[in-house]
């Protein structure tokens, strides 16, 4: 029985770490579906995000000054366009594949370690 459970965390560790990290400096793509979370910002105001639940961890590799992110299933995604916020909004519960510039969390108003600004979205 041990022997399984060692096993099977080998197997868990290695399907993580063997994957390729998402590079902060680059256009990277990513599955899952799309959820908005209710939060509050650091002045405990409420706040919603739009968050893309992933169905295996991801990472981002390090950036300047930020730290790197070694395993998630979340990421904060948004959108400076219009019509992708309206996409965003459209497909709320559905799953997508978005494609952005991801970088690690840092200020009170991202709610995953990894955000994104998604520059592409389409549902699968």
């Not at 908005?36 to 390090?62: N, Y």
Request: proline share 5%; with cysteine; hydrophobic share 45%.
């Amino acid at each position: 029985m041990r022997a399984l459970l060692t096993i099977a965390m080998m197997l868990a560790f290695a399907s993580t770490a063997g994957a390729a990290c998402m590079k902060p400096d680059q256009i990277e793509r990513a599955e899952g579906r799309l959820t908005v979370g209710a939060f509050k910002d650091a002045a405990d105001r409420p706040e919603s995000a739009f968050i893309l639940r992933l169905p295996t961890a991801a990472c981002l590799d390090a950036e300047d000054g930020m730290d790197p992110v070694d395993s998630t299933r979340t990421i904060h995604v948004y959108a400076a366009d219009g019509a992708i916020q309206a996409s965003l909004r459209r497909l709320v519960g559905r799953a997508v594949e978005v494609r952005g510039k991801p970088f690690s969390a840092h200020t009170a108003h991202h709610h995953a370690p990894i955000v994104m600004e998604v520059q592409e979205i389409r549902a699968r």
